[in-house]
């Protein structure tokens, strides 16, 4: 994509956006258009015409983890603004606003750090649209890029939310644990099968499964899930489920209902 696509992305994905909070985490609800075979620059020029939106300037500060300030808002007004769950808008640097940093530097070809310097700052004011991984699909749907280790929510073919995820560590596995009662040992390949699934069952809170905790689990491949947990690294480590930082994972519920597609693709190099 060259620099003209990548400003009209940009662009349409600020115009029209509107922010909504839930449990003190702000996603995005604007007008960001999935990307398509049409041009999003000829589009994109369209809604700022109409709309007289602004372009996004960064304030080019380098802010590490744990920064405090005007720029650290501004950084998450713009990831919330992009589709991107920052946590509370405090300008506090903190877990949640790193969770989506490295969530929208992966899908911007940017290597991820908890580090928001030069090249992070110059993405945020042209940014790319995450790659479709099902053209064809339903309008509303989840697509989970392993290569990538992110999830993003699709909602009338409108980008609701990108996530940073952790999948399958595809290392195999035996572990004992104490399952209905009695000590049992279950052994598996720790793999996230690729795929056309739907959302199926949920639970509310902590789930207890035999091989750990799950917060908020969204199933949607038999035992498998999108859940919260408390160790969300970069690389894939889960035991096959998606796990999801633990604010996103308050929130998914109520944007993700029942029987929506959820389509696995790609695979993680290491």
């Known amino acids: 994509m060259g620099v003209g696509q990548r400003q009209g992305v940009a662009a349409l994905m600020t115009a029209g956006a509107v922010l909504l909070s839930s449990a003190g985490v702000t996603l995005f609800a604007g007008a960001a258009a999935a990307q398509t075979s049409a041009s999003p620059a000829v589009s994109a020029v369209t809604a700022v015409t109409e709309t007289g939106a602004s372009p996004f300037v960064a304030p080019g500060k380098t802010l590490k983890l744990g920064a405090k300030g005007a720029a650290v808002k501004v950084l998450q007004t713009r990831l919330a603004e992009l589709g991107y769950a920052p946590g509370r808008i405090d300008g506090r640097y903190g ?119 799950l917060y908020n689990p969204i199933f949607f491949n038999g035992g498998i899930a999108f859940h919260g947990a408390l160790s969300v690294p970069l690389a894939p480590a889960s035991h096959g489920c998606v796990r999801l930082p633990m604010h996103v994972a308050e929130v998914l519920p109520g944007l993700l209902g029942t029987g929506v597609p959820v389509h696995v693709r790609g695979r993680f190099a290491r």
């Open 95 to 213: 877990g949640a606003t790193l969770a989506a940093v490295w969530a929208f530097q992966k899908v911007n070809g940017v290597t991820p750090t908890s580090t928001v310097a030069r090249r992070t700052w110059a993405a945020l004011e042209a940014p790319l649209a995450p790659k479709v991984l099902v053209p064809n699909g339903k309008p509303t749907r989840v697509e989970v890029n392993l290569a990538k280790q992110v999830m993003v929510l699709y909602v009338g073919g409108v980008v609701k939310l990108v996530s940073h995820t952790s999948s399958g560590s595809g290392i195999s596995y035996c572990e004992t644990a104490t399952w209905e009662g009695r000590a049992q040992r279950f052994c598996g390949d720790a793999r996230t099968p690729t795929g056309d699934y739907k959302t199926t069952w949920r639970r509310d809170g902590w789930h207890k499964s035999y091989l750990g905790q």
